[in-house]
């Protein structure tokens, strides 16, 4: 089960990939997370796979990380008294609390804390930007608009405000059900939708507690205001470029998720990137040029993973879309310019003892040619602040705890490995040693660096590198 590549593949349960055999089949193929798209489908469904993904885990031995995505706070307007209406540019079109079906002139809008927050000026978008219109005037109630990009309208239509920052918390009363559901199913990320600003991160963190990995959905540009501050609370973050590129000029999308994976980059919090990446798959057997194109831009800018939506929940090939991304990744990262930008975007050390170990095992791996870099870590700190470094060699991580193995899933390079603890110094280095042979990554005669803590399982108190040579007995 060892990859041949550092980043990682997030892919999405649905219909077509659910089943056990499928599910392992993509497993042995190349997924290292599953995803839980709690916009559709029932709890029932989604423990039913959150079963199966435990279970194909303990036939092949491999942590796997299970990411539930959260719906977060969709403003649709009402309903028409007609199927639908045509708007023309130039036409006037009000918003208001009236739940009277609409008509040419005016709908329903029944969220008043849009109406509190516009602003004369402001942009709604409407049907995933396919209807555009500015406010010219508007009070607590109601928003008096005119058309810039007309087209059809139908019942409750989807409305995005790219200007205006929302008074509205990312977490539904529906979010809150559903999160309390998959915290008790036991999942190991939690996906905030329509993160706008640090109080979002902090809002949920307080719910969830500790019990599960938060990432940051970055959809809206009122979020690349405070693009540090999210990132430094959140513990991963995702470009989600379905919503961001609605409310984002097309052009500026492609700069914004390199600017959101260089800040990642920095701060060492694994990043992702999603949404339509090999999006033609879902009806055909092999991906467009630029889709393939895009996937490999991901690997080259650094991102940590890169997820499949719809081509594996509701796709005619999930195994041929996961294996064809797991083709380009691989086939990027043997390229001599993925080296040469690797070396270039890292990171200068920060000044902690964590880093100062985990910069120093990049260089002794490289410069003795050792054939792997081990680290123990309890809450995974250890080894994310190693990735950090972007080794050549890969990283196992090594850890007690079966949660953190799995966190680790998501991680560029780690390999995750749930292990037993080490009591003192001699078992650590035999521990090491035997998981990096049994793991094929090492043989008798290479050497490997390990990295850990004194004393032992205390998170963040990496002070310890050493180098370690296999023997025949190992």
Known sequence: MRRQRKAKIIATLG?????????????????????????????SEHQARFETIREVEAKLGRPIGVLMDLQGPKIRVGTFAVEQIMLEAGD????????????QNRVCLPHPEI?????????????????????EKC??????????????????????????MLPMSPLTDKDRVDLAYGLEMGVDFVALSFVQR???????????????????????PKAIEHLDEIIALSDAIMVARGDLGVECPPEDVPILQKRIIAACRVAGKPVIVATQMLDSMVTNPAPTRAEASD?????????????????????????????IMDRIMVRVERDELYARLREASRPDPEHTAPDAISAAARQTAGTIGSKAIVTYTTSGSTAYRAARERPEVAILGLTPKIQTARRMALCWGLHPVFTRDATNFAEMVGIACDVAKREEFAAPGDSIVITAGVPFGTPGATNIL?????SGKN
């Open 466 to 470: 050493r180098i370690a040579w296999l």
């Open 92 to 103: 006037k079109f009000r918003f208001d609390m009236d739940k009277t079906p609409g008509d």
């Open 295 to 323: 996937v490999a831009t991901a690997i080259y800018d650094g991102a940590d993973a890169v997820m499949l939506s719809a081509e594996s929940a509701v796709g005619k090939y999930p195994l041929e879309t996961v294996g």
């Open 15 to 43: 219909p077509a990939s659910s089943s056990p055999e499928m599910l392992e089949k993509i497993v042995r193929t190349g997924v290292d997370v599953f995803r839980l798209n709690f916009s559709h489908g029932e709890h």
């Open 139 to 164: 009070d607590a109630e109601s928003a008096d608009c005119v058309v810039i990009a007309g087209g059809p309208l139908s019942n409750r239509k989807g409305v995005n405000v790219p200007d205006v």
């Open 115 to 135: 109406f509190k927050a516009l602003e004369v000026g402001a942009n709604l978008l409407l049907d995933d930007g396919k209807v555009r219109m500015r406010v």
């Open 198 to 220: 640090p109080e979002d991160v902090a809002e949920a963190r307080k719910i969830i507690n500790g019990r599960a990995a938060i990432i940051s959905k970055l959809e809206k």
